[in-house]
């Protein structure tokens, strides 16, 4: 169902939808991205904009410049902006040549610009660089046969740019500094400008898959990643662990981190950490104070601290996150209330969160392990 009201142009005259710019503008729309519930208010086009299995919140403005804002879940302080341009003016490379030779990207968190910019959002960015090129080209050939035609004729062909993507303060914003542009073109902006806020969604759908593939009975799963919050609720012996995708926490860095965390099921008076150092900080918050004990063969390479120098981290057991080729841990940290497992960036991988599910779950149901035979 589509709502419309009257809206007033700049020139003050009322336009009913399909008559006037706003009201052809939503019938464009709603032709491009069907299922979507839209409306025409106040010189805006506002409403849940349906495209690929996912609703975004849209508000569509015309005055003072067509802009496109797009509202998507807490990404927990993430800023992103993406613009047409060399390379070398941001401060970003996503591994990609095509995107990274056509757009410049600027972040604050660079590990997590390239998971939010995933392929499906790399490859509307590619269509769009597709379509200026054609169109660029087809602009130089018209001016071609104008000169051929009348070679004193001064038409300048009309270069069209991408739009300006920018995320900040938990919306997805885009324009291109115009007052006036045609429906078509709008169409192709919004589908770049979902395909990128969709990111969360195909995260959240990522997550949904991996949780069924831990073996562990799986409590909550989300449709979108929010950034902060619980994106899976394990259940693994008992134990509930939570798998959270954040970037900022307890510690001062925001870098992208999974945490992977369980309560213990009794308050310990044990407590340590297994660090690896030569992984970048991020979130991660400072350990439990306790003495530098030497960790064994193969993590002689971590930082191991114990309250108790009896009882030693759990090495035997923390192995198997430490030693892989991918996912590896960057830390475990047992306070006298939690255990947790941080890996760097995002783990989608479901092999590495079984693990940590299950190592949590153990720890959390046997305060006095690591007196035990992983010592």
Known sequence: MRFAREVLDASGDAHRPGVGSGGQMLDV??????GSRLRVEQGTITGPLHHEGQFHSLRLRFEPL??????????????????WGDRWLGDTNLGDPEVDDAYFIRTNDPLLARTWLDESARR???KELMRVKLETASE???IRELKKADPFDQSEPHIRRPWTVELRNGRLSSTRGTRQLPPDE?????EIVTAIAGASGRWGQRCSELALLTGARVKQIVDRIELGATAILLEEQRVDVEVRYLRRDAGP????????????????????????????RGP????????KVRAPKPLRHLVARCSREEAPPPFALLE???VRATDKARAVIATSSDVTVWFDGAVFAAEPIAIAARVIAQLATDAGLAEGPYR
């Open 66 to 83: 067509v802009e496109i804002f797009v509202e998507i879940p807490p990404v927990d302080g993430f800023e992103l902006l993406i613009q």
């Open 124 to 126: 509307a960015l590619v």
């Open 140 to 142: 130089h050939d018209r």
């Open 253 to 280: 860095l925001g870098r992208l981190t999974t945490r992977v965390r369980g309560n213990r099921a009794s308050a310990a008076d044990t407590t340590w950490s297994l660090i690896d150092d030569d992984v970048p």
């Open 320 to 322: 198997p996150l430490f």
């Open 284 to 291: 991660l918050p400072e350990p439990p104070a306790g003495a």
């Open 29 to 34: 729309i709603a032709a491009a991205f069907p």
């Open 186 to 190: 709008v169409v192709k902006a919004l």
